[in-house]
């Protein structure tokens, strides 16, 4: 089996190119076995942005998060990478993932009218 190709939408690059190292790291190779088909080492279901949609949990120098959906099977898409400064997810960020979701749902549906 070959690996899903890895899309990322909106800043979700260039916001997880930000992480620390360590962080960057371990978002990298948690993507990676996403890839594979396995699942990460610290995860959970998003409901609340979408069907399919779940988060890695990345405690290293703070805590990081990466939303992603596997779903699809032509790809793995990662939706959303940010610095977590608080218990609960803020409102702001859950926002952002859903609006990258939509756009993917959108992009996806007028790809399969056409």
């Known amino acids: 089996m070959s690996d899903k190709p890895l899309i990322w939408l909106g800043s979700s ?3 997880l190119r930000k992480f620390p190292t360590e ?3 371990e978002a990298g190779f948690q ?3 996403l890839q594979q088909g396995l699942l990460p ?15 890695i949990r990345i405690h290293a120098r703070g805590e990081y998060r990466v939303f992603y959906v596997t779903r699809f ?3 793995l898409y990662v939706l959303h ?4 400064q608080t ?3 803020p409102r702001r960020e859950i926002e952002i993932a859903e609006r990258q979701y939509a756009q993917l749902r959108r992009f996806r549906k007028k790809r399969e009218d056409s």
Do not use: C, N, Y
Request: charged share 35%; aromatic share 6%.
């Open 13 to 15: 690059r260039s916001r």
């Open 73 to 75: 099977s032509d790809a």
């Open 41 to 55: 080492s610290d995860w959970r279901p998003m409901k609340e942005i979408g069907p399919g949609v779940a988060e």
């Open 87 to 89: 218990q609960q997810t």
């Open 81 to 84: 990478a940010f610095h977590k």
């Open 31 to 33: 993507l990676r076995r």
């Open 23 to 25: 962080a960057r790291q």
